[in-house]
């Protein structure tokens, strides 16, 4: 069966006061993911080896495979919006009580894990992602990839929320200002309880 487009899980118009706009979403979840989906399904229809995958096996099976590289980053980027989405809500950046235990054990505090979220989203050079994932040792760490790589192909753990920090998610709101609009995401867009929710 071909990968769909999710719905998302808000109206488009429903993150605007929380710095997201009706134009951004509409683009980014209605032309620019629709765009990865349409792309891996015309891949998978012309590789016999990848029918019947997974998402998730395709991306294992295209890591790392120069030939395979475009059905890694439409794949890659399929999955990465599926968890994009439901990491942000209208009512965003409060802090549930498991999570904001573990960042300040791990982090230091709320402050410090915003910090580095923050280095990490900025200092990705050209497009890509910003991650907190729970690495396999058990501690919550803060990572980047480019493009439509993810924490789930480079092994460094389980991503508990995604910040997209490719131009289309944020050039229309904030303009080139990047560290603006992921410091808004950090206290106004991520949905923390998505993200405890996915801690296990
Ligand atoms: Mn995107």
């Known amino acids: 069966m071909a990968f769909e487009l999710p719905a998302l899980p808000y109206a488009t118009s429903a993150l605007a006061a929380a710095g997201m706009g009706q134009e951004t979403l509409e683009l ?14 015309g891949f998978v229809e012309k590789n016999d080896a990848l029918k019947g995958l997974s998402l998730e096996a395709i991306i294992a099976h295209a890591n790392g495979k120069a030939d395979l590289a475009p059905v890694f980053n ?12 439901p990491g942000m809500s209208a009512t965003g ?4 009580e498991r999570l904001g235990r573990k960042i300040a054990e791990d982090f230091g505090g709320i402050a410090p894990f915003k910090d580095a979220f923050k280095a990490a989203a900025v200092g990705q050079f050209g497009s890509g992602w910003a991650w907190l994932v729970l690495a396999p040792d058990g501690k919550l ?15 460094e753990g389980t991503a508990l929320l995604g910040c997209d920090v490719w131009e289309h998610s944020y050039y229309l709101d904030f303009r080139n200002r990047r560290p603006d609009y992921v ?18």
Not at 141 to 155: C, D, E, Q, R, Y
């Open 28 to 41: 980014h979840h209605g032309k620019h993911h629709q765009a990865y989906v349409t792309a891996l399904n």
């Open 74 to 85: 439409n794949a890659g980027q399929h999955w990465n919006h599926m968890l994009f989405w």
């Open 93 to 96: 950046g409060g802090m549930p």
């Open 141 to 155: 760490k803060v990572t980047k990839t480019p493009n439509g790589s993810n924490p789930l192909a480079t092994g």
């Open 183 to 200: 410091q808004n995401w950090l206290d106004k867009l991520a949905n923390y309880e998505f993200a405890q929710s996915r801690m296990g």
